[in-house]
């Protein structure tokens, strides 16, 4: 890679890790009986105690009846809880169960563990570094949006 523009090889490198990483996580996610849209609602309802379908169907973009169908698998697995707004019984609000809540930890623990096996070949202060640029990316795609 030797020669490339330093885009041209963040682009390649990172093609490569998504490529091999990638499969790795979405075993893990399926052997504990979680999808990537199912993990985005929980960490979603961890971060924000509860919410409405229609707010989680505005934030993906996607129309609240097909969020209704995914609610209902999380809730028929007892990882979300739907209750009725005590002002307006019309609103239902979904939050997270503890039984969502530890499936979020593993499901994160295994995501971790999968990390730190190929991040453990860089050094304590590539690492170092490597963090303060992902947060500095991470940050700039955050304001880009």
Same mark, same amino acid.
């Given at each position: 890679m030797e020669g490339l523009n330093p885009i041209d /090889?963040?682009?390649a490198s990172l093609q490569i890790v998504i490529h091999k990483m990638q499969p790795k996580l979405l075993e893990s996610m399926n052997a504990l009986g979680v999808t990537p849209t199912q993990l985005f609602v929980l960490g979603f309802l961890k971060k924000q105690g509860s919410c409405k379908v229609t707010q989680l169907a505005a934030m993906m973009d996607v129309k609240p009846s097909a969020v209704t169908l995914l609610v209902d698998r999380l809730e028929q697995n007892g990882f979300v809880l739907r209750e009725h707004?005590? *002002?307006d019984r019309r609103v239902v609000?979904?939050?997270l169960t503890e039984c969502g809540d530890e499936k979020l930890k593993k499901v994160m623990q295994e /995501? *971790?563990?999968i990390a730190e096996r190929y991040l453990s070949h860089l050094t304590e202060e590539e690492l170092s570094v490597m963090a303060t640029l992902t947060e500095k990316l991470a940050q700039a795609v955050n304001e880009e949006n």
């Open positions: /090889r963040i682009q707004d005590k *002002k609000n979904i939050s /995501r *971790k563990a």
